[in-house]
């Protein structure tokens, strides 16, 4: 043991012989990679590839530095491994919707979850990045510029152009959703949307609906026109008009709007499918107030079976949108990339919808 008699004022510094001649490392400070390559017998250099992934490096100077780390209790300085690696270990999971519906909708508490849990046997940390409206261009700089190795981008609006920014980059990264303006070489993630819109109102027909209507989604993204052209598959398989049409934004308010508007247009709907289970319970809000009995009067589908769905008054009928499996697959398909083991170009992971039976119809 060898104190250091430094002044009074200036503190005492205790180090401790590690047994090599010459390497001291001190109790209040943590070891440094110079001292791991003198434990290990090393250069520095040969020391720091050991640590960063082994390449060019023998068996037995990976052995002598992956002991001396342990003996140290070495922690490589993450922030100068990145300058060797060119990597920040850390992902994004980009939104581009305002805040107060990042915070609000549970479609995206579902994909976190699911994104995050396929994180979970990795050293990757996951940062959250709101792309608000317009803004889509700081976040693209923010992609590009290095601060993340990765994305996954859900909720994409053909506006936000991040699938043509991303697909002429060099940043890994998946979409969940199919993509709306149809870049090439982007790998997504989505359910069948127009199977899923087919069912849910092949289920109003084969109930005996005959004036179905529906509220869609957004017409900028994919699951807003995918979910609307199987409501008319449908329609038009069973000989029915596909007049009635309002659209909402997969929001608990638009929903109550478009049914006030529905129900002025058509009172006399008794079919109903709704492109969100959010836009779903806002509707049926309404037709309560307006004295329509679900599902006598008329019967209500929805879509994405979230939690809301099973408790609605009546609970929902719905169709299953995986949230999370498929956030899931998206994170699994984005390590993958980073990890060299994802061939190029990718056939989209599509998962198929299934129907919950509920009271609501």
Not at 288 to 298: F, S
Not at 310 to 318: N, S, Y
Not at 328 to 357: H, K, N, T, Y
């Amino acid at each position: 043991m060898i104190v250091d008699d430094s002044p009074p004022g200036l503190g005492t510094t205790i180090l401790e012989e590690t047994g090599r001649t010459g390497v001291f490392v001190s109790a209040h400070t943590a070891p440094t990679l110079e001292q791991v390559a003198e434990r290990a017998g090393v250069s520095r250099s040969t020391a720091s590839r050991a640590i960063n992934g082994g390449l060019r490096v023998s068996p037995d100077a990976l052995a002598a530095v992956e002991a001396a780390v342990a003996e140290l209790g070495y922690t490589p300085n993450r922030a100068a491994r990145s300058l060797v690696t060119k990597r920040t270990d850390s992902i994004a999971l980009v939104i581009p919707e305002p805040d107060e519906r990042v915070l609000s909708d549970p479609f995206f508490a579902g994909t976190l979850n699911g994104l995050s849990s396929s994180l979970a046997e990795s050293d990757i940390q996951l940062v959250l990045v709101i792309a608000r409206p317009g803004d889509s261009d700081r976040t693209v700089r923010f992609l590009r510029n290095g601060h993340v190795d990765g994305a996954v981008v859900v909720s994409h609006h053909r506006s936000d152009a991040l699938d043509h920014a991303l697909a002429s980059s060099h940043v890994p990264n998946v979409f969940v959703g199919r993509p709306v303006s149809g870049a090439g070489n982007v790998r997504y993630v989505d359910t069948d949307n127009v199977e899923g819109g087919r069912l849910a109102t092949q289920h109003l027909v084969d109930r005996g609906c005959r004036r179905i209507a529906t509220i869609a989604g957004p017409q900028d993204m994919s699951a807003g026109i995918d979910r609307l052209v199987g409501w008319r598959t449908a329609m038009a398989a069973a000989g029915l008009s596909d007049d009635l049409v309002v659209h909402g934004d997969f929001t608990l308010a638009s929903g109550a709007q478009a049914a006030r508007e529905l129900l002025a247009l058509a009172p006399d709907i008794d079919g109903l499918f709704i492109a969100s289970d959010l836009m779903a319970a806002g509707a049926l809000g309404v037709l309560t107030d307006l004295g329509r009995d679900v599902p006598n009067d008329i019967a209500v589908v929805g879509y994405d079976n979230i939690g809301v769905s099973a408790t609605t008054k009546p609970p929902l009928t719905t169709v299953v949108q995986p949230v999370a499996a498929m956030a899931r697959a998206a994170g699994a398909r984005l390590l993958a990339q980073l990890q060299g083991d994802d061939p190029s170009p990718v056939e989209p992971l599509i998962f198929a919808p299934e129907l919950v039976v509920r009271d609501s119809a």
